[in-house]
């Protein structure tokens, strides 16, 4: 096995193969780094410049883009409060404060440095664990997705900061907000009133731009009418960094590092989760570990080096599903496999057996890509920073066009943009609220998966009993429990703490 890792890595740094890594690493950090525009999209654009070469500088440059896309998104999440991506999601909690409080550099570094550890330590567990993490994820069947997808929405209660209630209320609203349209499994229409716009229902891409960057932006733009608003926007943040103590203060949360890593590969080892629900669960169980959970979301770097760490390991355990069973483990990896097809190579049990060369070139592609990106943030890190010099009068306008034209190039229709401004509004009303924007988006990425596994258990076998009895379903189900009492436990202890606090009159 280390003498084909070994040989793949030398013939990997090959001109004919680190020239598309390399292009392919550029445009991934260049796409994911532009909100609207998601890896997904990106590597679409970049396929068809692929079909001419052979297969494995085909795949490594899509390798490239994904790896790329996944570090390039925390990029607009620290620096504009947006994530260029869904996968850079809670980035955008601690990255925007951190940036906010004068130090965008750390911010941005912090989350560069932690999506390269974690991509190569997701890279080393993808490599020594396929055979057992594909066993693992041969067990699940329906009660086990659904369990693990309660599991999922169970953390919503550890992402709240303010009151439980409205934290559950915004993932209701975001599930309800997935069943407007047609059935998944019997294509019967739900909640559309005869309106074609509403037949499809709200796709996930405008609605997060909505939510997240209209909400940012109308509040930002808010704050320009306040008292020292001016000052605040001309204010010049120190962009130098010492990349030797950003390592150091990952380096020395090995313990936080690791369980992050490991949760990235599980979420992205098991199709149709994605690295936006791995993102956000590993900041959770960040704060749920930490000695100092008040201090999440006000910029601390623990939640910066969470979630990145798990957003690039997510990418490593998603590749174990294409290169195992041949199947997709999201929008990314789908157009890979469709490369693939193209090419001629199966994909499968047999895959890594059968196409050693390939396979092992798709590993060592994965490992020299998180080198590339590195490269090419600390090549363009001085150009990205400017961006926090630029004044929201000018910033505002070109960010919502941008995002405009991301919702639009979805499905190249006017619907995009409507669903942008619908949630948009949405999501500023909760905001000005105190709705927490995180849980809606988390019942938003499961409220299909939960329905459709729900389904597909009861059609095979209509016993309830088997959510508990099966082992796996029963233990996510204990776990999905012990989140939410943990929760209720901490907010109990929060509020006895501000009493405590408070002086007696």
């Known amino acids: 096995m280390f003498e084909l890792l070994g040989q793949a890595l030398i013939d990997i740094v090959q001109w004919k193969y680190l020239l598309p890594l390399f292009v392919g690493t550029l445009v991934g950090v260049?796409?994911?780094?532009?909100?609207?525009?998601?890896?997904?999209?990106?590597?679409i654009v970049v396929l068809p410049f692929t079909f001419g070469l052979d297969p494995l500088q085909g795949l490594a440059c899509m390798t490239g883009v994904y790896v790329g896309g996944s570090a390039g998104g925390l990029i607009t999440a620290c620096l504009l409060g947006i994530p260029g991506t869904p996968s850079a999601i809670a980035t955008t909690f601690d990255g925007f404060p951190m940036a906010r409080n004068g130090e965008p550099g750390r911010a941005v570094w912090l989350g560069v440095w932690s999506s390269f550890f974690g991509g190569l330590l997701g890279g080393v567990f993808l490599i020594l664990v396929t055979g057992p993490l594909a066993a693992l994820a041969l067990e699940f069947g329906p009660w086990e997705y659904f369990s693990l997808f309660v599991l999922a929405l169970a953390m919503v209660a550890g992402l709240t900061e303010g009151s439980l209630v409205k934290g559950l209320l915004s993932g209701a609203i975001g599930m309800l907000i997935t069943v407007i349209g047609t059935d998944p499994i019997m294509g019967v229409p739900r909640f559309t009133f005869d309106s074609p716009f509403l037949a499809g229902g709200f796709p996930f891409l405008p609605v997060l731009i909505g939510v997240f960057a209209f909400s940012q932006i109308m509040s930002d733009v808010e704050?320009?009418?306040?008292?020292?608003?001016?000052?605040?926007?001309?204010?010049?943040?120190?962009?130098?960094?010492?990349?030797?103590?950003?390592?150091?203060?990952?380096?020395?949360?090995?313990?936080?590092?690791?369980?992050?890593?490991?949760?990235?590969?599980?979420?992205?080892?098991?199709?149709?989760?994605?690295?936006?629900?791995?993102?956000?669960l590993a900041w959770d169980q960040a704060r749920k570990m930490s000695k100092t959970p008040d201090r999440f979301g006000k910029g601390t770097p623990e939640g910066i080096i969470a979630s990145e760490s798990s957003n690039n390991a997510n990418v490593g355990g998603s590749l174990v599903t294409i290169m195992a069973f041949g199947i997709p483990g999201d929008a990314v990896t789908a157009v890979m496999l469709g490369a693939m097809t193209i090419h001629g190579i199966q994909s499968g049990p047999l895959f890594v057996s059968q196409q050693p060369k390939l396979a092992y070139g798709i590993y060592a592609a994965y490992i020299v890509a998180h080198v590339l990106m590195v490269a090419v943030?600390?090549?363009?890190?001085?150009?990205?920073?400017?961006?926090?010099?630029?004044?929201?009068?000018?910033?505002?306008?070109?960010?919502?066009?941008?995002?405009?034209?991301?919702?639009?190039?979805?499905?190249?229709?006017?619907?995009?943009?409507?669903?942008?401004?619908?949630?948009?509004?949405?999501?500023y009303l909760l905001v000005k609220g105190g709705?927490?924007?995180?849980?809606?988006?988390?019942?938003?990425?499961?409220?299909?998966?939960?329905?459709?596994?729900?389904?597909?258990?009861?059609?095979?076998?209509?016993?309830?009993?088997?959510?508990?009895?099966?082992?796996?379903?029963?233990?996510?189900?204990?776990?999905?429990?012990?989140?939410?009492?943990?929760?209720?436990?901490?907010?109990?202890?929060?509020?006895?703490r501000q009493a405590e606090a408070e002086p007696d009159f």
């Not at 260049?30 to 590597?43: A, C, E, R, Y």
């Not at 010492?242 to 098991?270: A, D, N």
Request: hydrophobic content about 55%; aromatic content about 4%.
């Open 30 to 43: 260049i796409g994911g780094s532009l909100p609207g525009v998601t890896i997904t999209m990106t590597v």
């Open 223 to 280: 704050k320009l009418r306040q008292p020292g608003a001016a000052t605040t926007a001309a204010a010049r943040p120190m962009l130098s960094v010492s990349q030797l103590k950003v390592i150091g203060e990952i380096l020395t949360r090995p313990v936080l590092l690791l369980w992050s890593t490991i949760v990235g590969i599980v979420i992205g080892v098991l199709p149709a989760i994605g690295g936006s629900a791995a993102n956000m």
């Open 377 to 427: 943030i600390a090549a363009t890190a001085l150009l990205l920073l400017r961006m926090t010099r630029i004044r929201l009068a000018v910033l505002a306008p070109v960010v919502l066009t941008l995002c405009v034209v991301g919702a639009y190039a979805l499905n190249n229709t006017m619907a995009g943009i409507y669903v942008l401004l619908i949630f948009g509004v949405v999501g």
């Open 435 to 496: 709705f927490p924007l995180a849980p809606l988006i988390l019942g938003l990425i499961l409220g299909d998966q939960i329905e459709l596994n729900l389904v597909r258990s009861i059609m095979s076998d209509p016993d309830p009993w088997l959510f508990i009895t099966r082992p796996i379903s029963g233990g996510l189900l204990l776990a999905a429990a012990i989140s939410v009492a943990l929760a209720i436990w901490q907010h109990l202890r929060h509020r006895e």
